[in-house]
C-alpha cells in the first residue's frame, strides 16, 4: 500500500526554522518526482516545490524562494523542505504528493500544521 | 503566479448534473494535456479524479468525467450524491504546478 506521511510540522515565531520530512512507503520512491503543496487556513491548494527522481532539479514558487530548501534520501524513501525565515503567511498545512501521470498527484500525505505567529 | 479561475461555488440537486470550469490561458490548461482536479474534503487530503484532462484513476466513480475546450476545462459529476459535497481544485501547468482557486460543491 502506497503511503506518504509528513511530520515536522509545529508552532514557530517568525523569522524562525522547521524541517519537514515526508516518509514515503509502498512504492519505489527514487522513480517518483515529489512535490510539497501548501494550503493556508480556509484557502486554496498552493504549490511550494518540487524536485525530480534523483534529486537533481528543483524548482520553488517565488514566495519561499531563498528561504525554502526541498531535498530527498532514495536510500530512506523520505523527502524533506527545510523552512527558514518563516513568516505569518507560511502559516499552512504542508502536504507532500508524487507526480504520478504527468502532474496528476494520486497519492497525498496527510498533512502537517506549520503556524508562524508570535 | 495568478490561480486558474474556478467559479467559487456550485450546486445541484440530488441526480442532477453539474459542471465546474477552470479557466486558464494558452500557455496552461490551453497549451497542455496536464489538466487535473483533485476532491477535497474538509481536513483532509485532496484525491485524485481526473488526471490528463479527461482520465480516470482506478476506483473513481464513472460518474466524474473531464473535458477541455480552448483555454478552459470542466470537470462534470453526473447523478449527483450527497457525498460529492466536497472542494473541487483543478491544476495544471505553467512554467511550475498551477492550481485553481477551488470550487464549494453544494448539493441540495
Known amino acids: 500500500e502506497v503511503q506518504l506521511e509528513e511530520s515536522g510540522g509545529g508552532s514557530v515565531q517568525p523569522g524562525g526554522s522547521l524541517r519537514l520530512s515526508c516518509a514515503a512507503s509502498?512504492?519505489?520512491?527514487?522513480?517518483?518526482?515529489m512535490y510539497w503543496v501548501r494550503q493556508a487556513p480556509g484557502k486554496g491548494l498552493v504549490w511550494v516545490s518540487r524536485?525530480?527522481?534523483?534529486?537533481?532539479?528543483?524548482t520553488y514558487a517565488d514566495s519561499v524562494k531563498g528561504r525554502f530548501t526541498i531535498s530527498r534520501d532514495n536510500a530512506k524513501n523520505t523527502l524533506y523542505l527545510q523552512m527558514n525565515s518563516l513568516r505569518a503567511e507560511d502559516t499552512a498545512v504542508y502536504y507532500c504528493t508524487r507526480d504520478w501521470r504527468n502532474l496528476g498527484f494520486d497519492y497525498w500525505g496527510q498533512g502537517t500544521l506549520v503556524t508562524v505567529s508570535s | 503566479q495568478s490561480a486558474l479561475t474556478q467559479p467559487a461555488s456550485v450546486s445541484g440537486s440530488l441526480g442532477q448534473s453539474i459542471t465546474i470550469s477552470c479557466s486558464g490561458v494558452?500557455?496552461?490548461?490551453?497549451?497542455?494535456?496536464?489538466v487535473s482536479w483533485y476532491q477535497q474534503y474538509p481536513g483532509k487530503a485532496p484525491k485524485l479524479m481526473i488526471y490528463?484532462?479527461?482520465n480516470r484513476p482506478s476506483g473513481v466513480s464513472s460518474r466524474f468525467s473531464g473535458s477541455k475546450s480552448g483555454n478552459t476545462a470542466s470537470l462534470t459529476i453526473s447523478g449527483l450524491q450527497a457525498e460529492d459535497e466536497a472542494d473541487y481544485y483543478c491544476?495544471?501547468?505553467?512554467?511550475?504546478?498551477?492550481f485553481g482557486g477551488g470550487t464549494k460543491l453544494t448539493v441540495l
Open positions: 491544476s495544471t501547468y505553467r512554467t511550475n504546478l498551477l
Open positions: 524536485i525530480n527522481s534523483d534529486g537533481s532539479t528543483i
Open positions: 509502498g512504492f519505489t520512491f527514487g522513480n517518483f518526482w
Open positions: 490528463e484532462v479527461r
Open positions: 494558452s500557455s496552461d490548461v490551453g497549451g497542455y494535456q496536464h
